[in-house]
C-alpha cells in the first residue's frame, strides 16, 4: 500500500520547496497547510467544489472504475452478482464483506423478515399527510421518525445497536415505501407477508386486495430483486456522502438515512429515472426526438438518465437493466415508451455532442421503463432506488463509525463577502 513517491512543490511566491508524500495516489490535503507566505498566514487550502478531485475516506465497500465501466462489490463484479447472488446476500456482503453461507443467508433473511412491521402509530403519522403528497417526501419523513420509535439508535458505537438499527432499516423500508404508494392512492395498508421473499413482500405490499394471500409473478419478483442489487451501492456519491456527513455527528443512523434518502430524491441523482419518464412522455413519439436532440445541445436542457460524474464509457448496471427490460416486457407487454427511449440513445451514442461530452446512459434511463411497465407509478421510482440503496448507505455509515480517522465532516470556505464594516457606516477595507 504504501509508497516513497512525493510531490514537490515550490511557492513561487516565497520561493520555499515543500515535499508532499503521495500515499496510494493522493496526497494529503492538510500536508498543504505548512506551506505559507508569513507565520500568521492559516496556510495552503486545496478548493474543490463539489468535490471533483477529493477522496473523502478510505473504503473497501465498492470499486469503480469510470473509464473501464467496472462495479464491484467487495470485489464481485456487479454482472456475476446480479441475477445470481439475492438482494438481501449482496446487503449482507456490504455489510459483513463476505457473501453469506446457506445457513448464514438462511437466518439473515429470517432476521430481516421478522423486522418489516412498522409501529401502528407510523400509519397515522402517513395518514396526516396530503393526498397527492410525493411517497419520496414520506418516506424520507417516516425514516426520520423511526428514530423516535428507537431511541436506543443514538448508542452508535454499540455494535449489538448497530446491528439492530441496520436490520430494522432494510426490513422496514419496503413498508415505509409501499405504505407511502398505499396512502397516494387512497388504498387500505396491506400488511408484510413473512412467507414472501423480501422483493415478493414489498410486490405483496403494494398490490394486494381483497385475495386471502398475494402470489407475486416470479419473473417480476427476480427482475426486481436484480434492480435492487444494481442499486445496493455506488460508493461515495450525493447520497451515501451524505450519510457518511451526516453519520460523522453522531447522530443515530435513522437521522443519518433521512438525509440521505432525501439527497437522493434530487433530478440528478435518484429523483433522474422519474425524470426519464417524464422527459420521455414530453417528447411523446419516435419522430420527435431529432428536435428534442437538438434542444439538448443548444443547452436549453439536459437528457435525463444520460451522463455520470464517474462513468466515462458506459454505466455497467444500464448493460443489465436492458436485458432486465426484455424479461419484464415479456410478462407485461412493451412499454411504448422503450421505442422512445432506443431512439434517443441510437441519436445520443453517433452524435458528436454526446462522444465529445463522454455521455453514455447511465442507470437511470431505462429503470424507469422497467418500473413503469410493472405498474409502478413514475412517483414511486425514487423510492424504489432508495430501497435498494439503504444496504450501501448502512454498510458505508458502519465502515464511517469504525474508522480511526473519521472526524466529524467540517469543510472549510473560501470566504468572498464583506471585510469589517459598522452599523455607523464605516468600514474596513476587506483583506
Ligand atoms: N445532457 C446534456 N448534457 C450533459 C448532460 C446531460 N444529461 N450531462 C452532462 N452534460 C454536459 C454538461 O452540459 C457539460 O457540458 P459543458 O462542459 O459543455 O458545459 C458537461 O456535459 C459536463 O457536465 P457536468 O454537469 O459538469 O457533469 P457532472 O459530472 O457534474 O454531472 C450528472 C453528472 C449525472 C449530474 C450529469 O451528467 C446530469 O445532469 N445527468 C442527467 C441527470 C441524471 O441522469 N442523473 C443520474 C445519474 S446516475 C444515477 C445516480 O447516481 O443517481
Known sequence: ???????????????????????????????????????????????????????????????????????????????????????????????????????????????????????????????????????????????????????????????????????????????????????????????????????????????????PRYAPNPVLEQAL?????????????????????????????????????????????GGANEQVLRMLGEIGSVGNVPAYIERVKRGELRLMGFGHRVYKNYDPRATIIKKVADQVFEVTGRNPMLDVALELERIALADDYFIRHKLYPNVDFYSGIIYQAMGFPVAMFPVLFAIGRMPGWLAQWQEGTTDPEQKISRPRQLYVGQGLRHLDGTAQVRR
Open 225 to 269: 430483486d436484480v434492480l435492487f442489487v444494481l442499486h445496493a451501492d455506488h460508493e461515495q456519491n450525493c447520497s451515501t456522502s451524505t450519510m457518511r456527513v451526516v453519520g460523522s455527528s453522531q447522530v443515530d443512523p435513522y437521522s443519518a438515512a433521512a438525509a440521505a434518502a432525501a439527497a437522493l430524491f434530487g433530478p440528478l441523482h
Open 1 to 211: 500500500m504504501g509508497t516513497t513517491r512525493v510531490l514537490q512543490i515550490t511557492d513561487s511566491q516565497t520561493g520555499l520547496s515543500y515535499e508532499i508524500p503521495v500515499v496510494d495516489g493522493a496526497i494529503r490535503a492538510i500536508d498543504l497547510r505548512q506551506i505559507k507566505v508569513s507565520d500568521d498566514d492559516f496556510g495552503l487550502l486545496s478548493y474543490d467544489p463539489a468535490f471533483l478531485n477529493t477522496a473523502s475516506c478510505r473504503s473497501a465497500i465498492t470499486y469503480i472504475d469510470g473509464d473501464q465501466g467496472i462495479l464491484r462489490y467487495r470485489g464481485y463484479p456487479i454482472e456475476e452478482l446480479a441475477g445470481q447472488a439475492s438482494f438481501l446476500d449482496v446487503a449482507y456482503l456490504l455489510l459483513h464483506g463476505e457473501l453469506p453461507g446457506k445457513d448464514e443467508s438462511a437466518g439473515w433473511a429470517d432476521e430481516i423478515t421478522h423486522h418489516t412491521f412498522v409501529h401502528e402509530n407510523v400509519k397515522k403519522f402517513i395518514d396526516g399527510f396530503h393526498h397527492d403528497a410525493h411517497p419520496m417526501g414520506i418516506l424520507v419523513s417516516t425514516i426520520a421518525a423511526l428514530s423516535t420509535f428507537y431511541p436506543e439508535a443514538k448508542a452508535v458505537s454499540d455494535q449489538a445497536r448497530q446491528h439492530e438499527q441496520i436490520v430494522r432499516l432494510i426490513a422496514k423500508m419496503p413498508t415505509l415505501a409501499a405504505f407511502a404508494y398505499r396512502h397516494a392512492m387512497g388504498l387500505p395498508y396491506a400488511y408484510p407477508d413473512n412467507e414472501l421473499s423480501y422483493t415478493g413482500n414489498f410486490l405483496n405490499m403494494m398490490r394486494k386486495m381483497s385475495e
